[in-house]
């Protein structure tokens, strides 16, 4: 069964060829037989042919979306009084001062580049501490650092 789902479209293509072949021999015999007129014999094979381009151009030009639903958990951040660092939590991941400062700007939005302009120092340290960060918190992207420092309350 699964390879008849597979080859549905070979399958489809392959039944109306032999059933336009089929109605070639007919339109022949018939062509023969009653003596129609050369140019319905011509516009019957151009419309079977571009019916079938058509046909076949539709199914190779249609997209092959698939629609994946995502259920996935949302956290909601309250402030509900001023932001106390988690201490513990600090300490736990071992992030020392200036990497929480890059983490605090990173959770504010700011690029590479512009922590880099803030914090007086070079692109590359900013990537040296967003790289420590990220193992020591061990993550791979700077969204999920941010998530997790939040979770933690180590920033706002």
Do not use: C
């Amino acid at each position: 069964m699964n390879r008849l789902a597979k080859n549905k479209h070979i399958i489809i293509y392959g039944l109306s060829l032999a059933v336009m072949l089929f109605l070639m021999r007919w339109l022949e015999y018939r062509f023969i037989i009653i003596d129609n007129s050369l140019e319905l014999y011509i516009a019957a094979i151009a419309i079977i042919f571009t019916s079938l381009g058509i046909w076949l151009a539709l199914k190779l030009n249609s997209p092959k979306v698939k629609t994946v639903h995502v259920e996935k958990e949302i956290y909601v951040y309250r402030n509900n009084g001023p932001f106390l660092l988690n201490e513990a939590a600090l300490a736990e991941v071992a992030i020392s001062r200036r990497e929480l400062e890059v983490l605090q700007l990173m959770g504010e939005g700011f690029s590479n580049q512009e922590i880099a302009q803030r914090l007086f120092v070079s692109l590359n340290t900013i990537k040296t501490h967003s790289s420590n960060i990220f193992g020591k918190l061990e993550v791979d992207r700077r969204t999920q650092a941010v998530d997790k420092a939040k979770k933690l309350n180590l920033i706002a």
